[in-house]
């Protein structure tokens, strides 16, 4: 062990194999004891450096914190000479101009603009009163009409810069320093027009029927009135401050001016927030009861929020740049634009969503419907891009994290989670609305056809399309659901490949242990291939029959045309009836005594056919006219005439009660009366007997026929309730 310690050299495979071999078990030990203290000193060697590089880091941070922030203070009582500084530096190099004379060119530019803007609007003033006044019916046309007006209001935008430009380019002498001023302010004036197009489309003061938002007219013009001023404080402010840097203000006056602009445009919106949180809080939950409790609990706390993240914002800002780090404008207005509107965008396209729900005619068209789809799908897409422009602007690459660690790589995977769920709600809504559309067609051509009498066994049933479609709704939804899972746990990083095989195997351990199941759900799908009844038919099973109600993945329900409701698994079903399919055969007996006379009976019955046909109601639903078949039978007191029709399945009850009362109608005119039931007695020697015994033979038969008849009864009411 002591060579092996002394050893520095390396040894050979052999070599070691044969000093090990020469060690007793408290030698083997000793040496792997040392081996491990010797790898954990390593360890800790090669932490130290990193975390005490970290610890000099928050160091460096906080001293780059402290001096800049030290030095901005300091150049806070040369802001004054700073700014003189900077007007003497325009007055030398801004070819001569003085600057009321700057400030005097600058109005008439704004004066030029105007004026060009002021044709611009009379050219398009009846585009624009068309734009204001939406129709009673606002719905969609309301955005609509938003739309032009942005539209429009752009293009006068766009006259007015036209205009303002035109002016300077033709009194511009080549000065840069002036073009720069001029430059810089007529951009402010631009940026504070075009946020309060933008708030005056969302707040619509003055025009309560064109308002996006839910609120009344003094919210609106307190809310507008606070974004220009803030519009105004973030465009002049932070311009101004850095046309002053180039006009040789110094830099940690210039940036002691620029924090000062920033806390008042701060300050200002978070007094603008909690001054006006009922109104956005009743923007976001306009109807309480409607609403639901969850989303007016994040309507009463979103104002709260929204101020407490302006000012966790600011401060992050503040860090930021104390610690020599640069701050992009775009990503400070872009975070407080985005995430401080979004919820009332996401209100507006709600708000529309249900209105189009509201309406009846809406909800029932597919054009309605898509819009309907289109909203609730453009509510998830907004906060799917709001995340994304969010990560965008603050500079942050999810491909980058993807690869560090678990967390990194579920952060990474929210966008593809994102698209995944837009993607499947797209696809479920439009599956179920093209089924929907197609079930409500086939409805509407089977309304009410083939439908059997309360009580009555038949009925022509539903299409096989309109059978089937509720099942590959289904069937549609679950394979959607299934893949977006899979997508999402792949986005994840899951290898989906032994999950599915472990699916494939657990699938077959559930066969083997729900064969009954299986059975039933392959038999029910060979039913349906086959064709065998659809919803609304008659069928029959063996132990019960009644109307197919409902069909699921299973089983069967069947409505008895007494009522009851029995549920059927296929697997059970060995033989089946349908009652429904094609045509319906009605076979009625009449009683008639031995004098009538046939022929005429069988004229009557056949014009009685006749007449049914012609009938506009009835007519349509023979498939062959009501006639006679003669006599079937005779019994002891007439003869049982038969006839019989063919209708359609399900409005053979309703002919028959048609027919019954047209055949009594025309015997009562022809003189024919239907025969009675009577039993004829032979009592021998009845002609010997006196009226007493004869009176009592009379009783005994009349007991005996009562007896009969009432066992009769019984028999015929067992009958009908088996059945």
Not at 11 to 25: Q, T
Not at 403 to 422: M, N
Not at 689 to 710: D, F, G, L, N, Q
Request: aromatic content about 8%; some cysteine.
């Amino acid at each position: 062990m002591e060579q092996l310690r002394a050893s520095g050299q390396p040894l050979s495979e052999a070599a070691v194999r044969d000093l090990v071999a020469r060690l007793d078990d408290a030698e083997v030990r000793q040496l792997l004891l040392e081996r491990l203290d010797a790898s954990a000193q390593q360890a800790e060697d090669a932490a130290e450096p990193d975390m005490a590089a970290m610890v000099l880091g928050w160091r460096d941070l906080a001293e780059a914190f402290r001096g800049n922030f030290e030095a901005m203070l300091r150049a806070v009582p040369e802001i004054p000479g700073g700014v003189a500084a900077a007007f003497r530096y325009l007055n030398d190099r801004g070819s001569g101009v003085a600057l009321y004379w700057l400030a005097l060119g600058f109005a008439l530019m704004m004066l030029a603009g105007g004026g060009v803007e002021l044709l611009a609007r009379r050219i398009l003033r009846r585009i624009w009163e068309q734009a204001i006044r939406p129709g009673p019916d606002a719905g969609m046309a309301l955005l609509g009409c938003l739309l032009m007006r942005l539209v429009l209001e752009a293009v006068f935008l766009l006259a007015f810069v036209a205009g303002a430009l035109l002016l300077f380019f033709a009194l511009w002498q080549g000065n840069e320093v002036t073009r720069n001023v001029v430059m810089t302010y007529l951009t402010a004036v631009v940026a504070v027009r075009f946020f309060t197009i933008f708030s005056h489309v969302m707040l619509s003061p003055g025009y309560p029927a064109l308002r996006l938002a839910r609120m009344p007219d003094d919210g609106a013009r307190y809310l507008h009135r606070q974004n220009i001023v803030m519009a105004f404080i973030a465009a002049f402010g932070f311009l101004t401050a850095s046309l002053l840097g180039q006009l040789s203000l110094p830099e940690n006056a210039q940036r002691a001016l620029a924090f000062g602009v920033g806390f008042a445009l701060f300050a200002t919106l978070v007094y603008t927030i909690l001054h006006g949180r009922r109104w956005i809080a009743g923007d976001l939950a306009w109807d309480r009861n409607a609403n639901g409790r969850l989303r007016g609990l994040f309507a009463d706390s979103w104002p709260g929020i929204a101020a407490g993240y302006v000012v966790l914002l600011y401060l992050a800002i503040v860090v930021v740049a104390f610690t020599g780090h640069p701050v992009s404008y775009l990503s400070v207005f872009g975070s407080l634009l985005t995430v401080l509107f979004v919820p009332h965008i996401d209100a507006v396209l709600l708000r529309g969503a249900l209105r189009l729900e509201a309406q009846k005619s809406a909800a029932e068209n597919a054009g309605g419907q898509l819009r309907i789809v289109g909203l609730r799908a453009a509510r998830l897409a907004l906060y799917l891009f709001a995340a994304l422009f969010l990560l965008r602007i603050w500079g942050l690459d999810f491909l980058s994290l993807a690869e560090a660690s678990v967390g990194s790589r579920i952060a990474g995977a929210l966008v593809d989670i994102g698209l995944t769920a837009l993607v499947a709600y797209v696809l479920w809504e439009m599956a179920r609305i093209a089924i929907d559309r197609r079930l409500a067609t086939e409805g509407a051509g089977q309304e009410g056809e083939g439908a059997p009498e309360p009580g009555e066994q038949g009925g022509q049933g539903v299409s096989r399309v309109r059978t089937l479609l509720p099942l590959m709704r289904v069937t549609i939804q679950i394979t959607i659901v299934v893949m977006a899972v899979m997508l999402v746990l792949s986005s994840l990083g899951v290898d989906i490949g032994p999950l599915l095989a472990g699916a494939g195997v657990v699938g077959l351990a559930v066969g083997f242990g729900a064969q009954t199941l299986v059975r039933d759900i392959v038999s029910g799908v060979f039913f349906l291939v086959d064709d065998a009844f659809r919803l609304g038919e008659y069928i029959d099973v063996g132990s019960v029959k009644g109307t197919v109600e409902k069909i699921s993945l299973r089983s069967l329900r069947l409505r008895h045309h007494r009522g009851a409701l029995h549920t059927i698994p296929f697997g059970e079903i060995q033989h089946l009836t349908n009652y429904s399919r094609d045509w319906a055969i009605m076979k009625l007996e009449f009683r008639v005594p031995f004098d009538t006379d046939l022929e005429k009976v069988r004229k009557i019955f056949k014009r009685i056919g006749q007449d049914l046909l012609k009938d506009e109601e009835m007519g349509p639903d023979f498939l062959q006219p009501f006639k006679s078949q003669g006599v079937l039978q005779t019994d002891d007191s007439a003869f049982v005439l038969r006839g019989k029709f063919m209708a359609k399945p399900g409005k053979q009850f309703l002919i028959r009660r048609a027919v019954f009362q047209a055949v009594q109608k025309a015997f009562a005119e022809e003189g024919i009366r239907f025969a009675d039931r009577r039993v004829t007695v032979n009592v021998p020697g009845a002609e010997h007997m006196e009226p007493e015994e004869r009176t009592a033979a009379e009783k005994a038969a009349a007991s005996a026929v009562a007896a009969a008849e009432a066992e009769a009864e019984e028999r015929a009411g067992a009958q009908g309730a088996k059945a």
